[in-house]
């Protein structure tokens, strides 16, 4: 590859305060040499992305090493903390020398988020890496992974590393639905004896609204216009647009008074509540944030989780939606386009996964569930889906049914996080 210089580079290339790539004083990251030049000024590959930086001392095009940010300005200045890492040294090798230059507890979990950070190349604190590793001694090993997501998570979103923030975010990766959430929010709020009756009646009525829409679905026939105006209503009394509405020039009040959200906001302004029903408001807004938090942009990408308590022919759903599409460049969703994931935790069938994929308005489904009986149930709506697609000008190029593995279900979500994420390591 040929440069014929510097400050030609330097128009392709990251600055430290570019998106991506935000480079501070102290953070330690891995890096590879992709090419020298005079003056001790090289071109070094961070994950996906490069930087032009200036080396402390000589190395070789194409080694590797972990390289401390000395200084940004004028030029970014790196130094060595270990290196150069051979194609025969081992990830725990790297690990093990990052915890000794860090100075960092040998923990088993300080391990596992040592091995996660290098292997996804997300930038975190000395800081954070201490309060992530007393948080991951708090789950049990069956969820150690979502476990680590939420702490990526949070990290990638400059969040506090709180107990509150991590069951908040483990809660949405395990997909553990609103249902319990909103249960013992009520709970709480019918033994609390601070409320006025008439605080609490309010409360309570919207707690009713929400049960009352999730029961609309009952009454009337099931089909793609019914679920989308039950899940915007559930969408809207849950408060999860309490904000956007809140910045308009002009807010309409009817649509905020009703809304669940701020009504809890409102309590965590009360100083007489009891302990319980202020950590269950705390959870609830946290469950609320936490799903639009899960929510990102990257240029024209878009990516929306949104988890909803429904109700469906009298059985309670805890339904997580996970929408992957573009922008037009009007503004507008491209309808063209788009992967959805819904993951469902039914009473029947148990934990279930339904993976749409649109692709120049040809729609293929995916259902993943361990019963094998549900093959044929399907197969007797499959005519009814092909009519309802091409109502709306879609067309179903096949239904397909697989077995719901733990991997798999992993290898989905990790698929569609992989477009959002970070490139480099901090300290």
Same mark, same amino acid.
């Given at each position: 590859?040929?440069?014929?210089?510097?400050?030609?580079?330097?128009?392709?290339?990251?600055?430290?305060?570019?998106?991506?790539?935000?480079?501070?004083e102290?953070?330690?990251?891995?890096?590879?040499?992709?090419?020298?030049?005079?003056?001790?000024?090289?071109?070094?590959?961070?994950?996906?992305?490069?930087?032009?930086?200036?080396?402390?001392?000589?190395?070789?095009?194409?080694d590797?090493?972990?390289?401390?940010?000395?200084?940004?300005?004028?030029?970014?200045?790196?130094?060595?903390?270990?290196?150069?890492?051979?194609?025969?040294?081992?990830?725990?090798?790297?690990?093990?020398?990052?915890?000794?230059?860090?100075?960092?507890?040998?923990?088993? !979990?300080?391990?596992?988020?040592?091995n996660?950070?290098?292997?996804?190349?997300?930038?975190?604190?000395?800081?954070?890496?201490?309060?992530?590793?007393?948080?991951?001694?708090?789950?049990?090993?069956?969820?150690?992974?979502?476990?680590?997501?939420?702490?990526?998570?949070?990290?990638?979103?400059?969040?506090?590393?709180?107990?509150?923030?991590?069951?908040?975010?483990?809660?949405?990766?395990?997909? !553990?639905?609103?249902h319990?959430v909103?249960?013992?929010?009520?709970?709480?709020?019918?033994? #609390?004896?601070s409320?006025?009756?008439?605080?609490?009646?309010?409360?309570?009525?919207?707690?009713?609204?929400?049960?009352?829409?999730?029961?609309?679905?009952?009454?009337?026939?099931?089909?793609?216009?019914?679920?989308k105006?039950v899940?915007?209503?559930?969408?809207?009394?849950?408060?999860f647009?309490?904000?956007?509405?809140?910045?308009?020039?002009?807010? #309409?009040?009817?649509?905020?008074?009703?809304?669940?959200?701020?009504?809890?906001?409102?309590?965590?302004?009360?100083?007489?509540?009891?302990?319980?029903?202020?950590?269950?408001?705390?959870?609830?807004?946290?469950?609320?944030?936490?799903?639009?938090?899960?929510?990102?942009?990257?240029?024209?990408?878009?990516?929306?989780?949104?988890?909803?308590?429904?109700?469906?022919?009298?059985?309670r759903?805890?339904?997580?939606m996970?929408?992957?599409?573009?922008?037009?460049?009007?503004?507008?969703?491209?309808?063209?386009?788009?992967?959805?994931?819904?993951?469902?935790?039914?009473?029947s069938?148990?934990?279930t996964?339904?993976?749409m994929?649109?692709?120049?308005?040809?729609?293929?489904?995916?259902?993943?569930? #361990?019963?094998?009986?549900l093959?044929?149930?399907?197969?007797i709506?499959?005519?009814?889906?092909?009519?309802?697609?091409?109502?709306?000008?879609?067309?179903?190029?096949?239904?397909?049914f697989?077995?719901?593995?733990?991997?798999?279900?992993?290898?989905?979500?990790?698929?569609l996080?992989?477009n959002?994420?970070?490139?480099?390591?901090?300290?």
């Open positions: 590859m040929s440069h014929p210089s510097i400050h030609g580079l330097m128009n392709n290339f990251l600055t430290p305060n570019s998106i991506g790539l935000s480079l501070r102290g953070q330690v990251f891995q890096g590879r040499i992709n090419q020298i030049f005079k003056g001790q000024m090289a071109e070094v590959q961070i994950g996906e992305q490069k930087l032009m930086a200036r080396l402390e001392v000589a190395m070789q095009t194409g590797a090493y972990f390289f401390k940010v000395k200084s940004i300005e004028p030029d970014v200045q790196l130094k060595i903390i270990t290196g150069p890492i051979t194609a025969t040294e081992t990830k725990e090798n790297q690990m093990m020398k990052l915890i000794e230059t860090m100075q960092l507890p040998k923990s088993e !979990e300080m391990q596992s988020l040592i996660h950070f290098i292997k996804h190349k997300i930038p975190v604190s000395r800081e954070n890496l201490i309060s992530a590793a007393h948080l991951m001694k708090s789950v049990p090993p069956t969820i150690q992974e979502e476990a680590l997501s939420s702490v990526q998570r949070l990290v990638e979103l400059k969040l506090p590393l709180t107990d509150l923030n991590f069951k908040t975010f483990v809660g949405i990766e395990t997909k !553990e639905g609103m319990r909103l249960d013992s929010f009520k709970t709480a709020l019918v033994d #609390d004896f409320l006025s009756a008439h605080h609490k009646d309010k409360i309570l009525g919207t707690l009713d609204q929400l049960g009352r829409i999730s029961n609309s679905i009952v009454e009337q026939t099931i089909d793609g216009n019914v679920m105006d899940m915007q209503k559930l969408f809207n009394t849950l408060g647009n309490y904000e956007a509405v809140l910045i308009q020039n002009e807010p #309409d009040i009817n649509k905020i008074k009703d809304m669940l959200k701020p009504q809890l906001i409102a309590l965590l302004n009360e100083s007489a509540i009891s302990p319980a029903l202020r950590e269950a408001s705390e959870l609830a807004v946290a469950r609320l944030n936490g799903s639009l938090l899960q929510s990102v942009e990257s240029g024209m990408n878009q990516q929306i989780v949104m988890q909803l308590p429904l109700e469906l022919l009298g059985k759903i805890d339904a997580t996970q929408w992957n599409g573009r922008m037009r460049e009007d503004g507008k969703i491209d309808p063209e386009y788009a992967r959805i994931l819904f993951y469902l935790d039914l009473s069938i148990k934990e996964v339904i993976d994929q649109v692709q120049n308005r040809v729609v293929s489904v995916t259902v993943f569930n #361990d019963d094998e009986k093959k044929l149930i399907g197969d709506f499959q005519e009814r889906l092909k009519s309802g697609l091409e109502s709306a000008d879609y067309k179903l190029s096949g239904i397909s697989k077995k719901l593995e733990k991997e798999a279900k992993r290898n989905i979500s990790n698929q996080k992989s959002f994420q970070g490139v480099d390591f901090r300290v």
